[in-house]
């Protein structure tokens, strides 16, 4: 499944019934939405230290979905996000940061 598609699916769960779906229940609590998305990264991260692949594929997609529904619960859509990504891909990372070191020293 696309990125966009899922982002979709979780845009049309909107007012849908908690007890009949997993994204509805989070949908209706910015706390529990972003607490999942925590667990969720944190598992993750567990799973690329421990080096195992296949876990790791599991668990990204768990925190790309969680991350996906805590921006929705924030009216953030994932085109959004690809505005943010496209106005970063001018500039490499590190010449981001170097600027943005610059600026804070004044
Ligand atoms: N991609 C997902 C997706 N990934 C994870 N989850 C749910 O996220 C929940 C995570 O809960 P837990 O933390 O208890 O689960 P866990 O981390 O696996 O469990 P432990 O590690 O604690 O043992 C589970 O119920 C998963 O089913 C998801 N629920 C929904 N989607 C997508 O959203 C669509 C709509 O889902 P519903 O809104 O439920 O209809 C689905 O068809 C999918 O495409």
């Not at 769960?13 to 925590?38: C, H, I, N, Y």
């Not at 944190?42 to 876990?55: C, F, H, M, S, T």
């Not at 805590?70 to 970063?88: F, G, K, P």
Request: charge should be negative; charged fraction near 35%.
């Amino acid at each position: 499944m696309s990125l966009a598609a899922l982002a979709e699916t979780i845009a049309r769960r909107k007012g849908a019934d908690p007890d009949k779906s997993w994204t509805a229940r989070l949908l209706a609590s910015p706390e529990m939405a972003a607490e999942k998305f925590g667990e969720e990264a944190v598992e993750a991260i567990i799973e690329a230290v421990k080096g195992d692949r296949d876990r790791l594929v599991s668990e990204a997609a768990d925190v790309i979905y969680h991350l996906l529904v805590m921006c929705a619960v924030n009216d953030i859509t994932l085109a959004d996000i690809e505005r943010e990504l496209e106005r970063r891909s001018a500039q490499s990372g590190l010449a981001e940061k170097a600027a943005r070191d610059q600026k804070s020293r004044g």
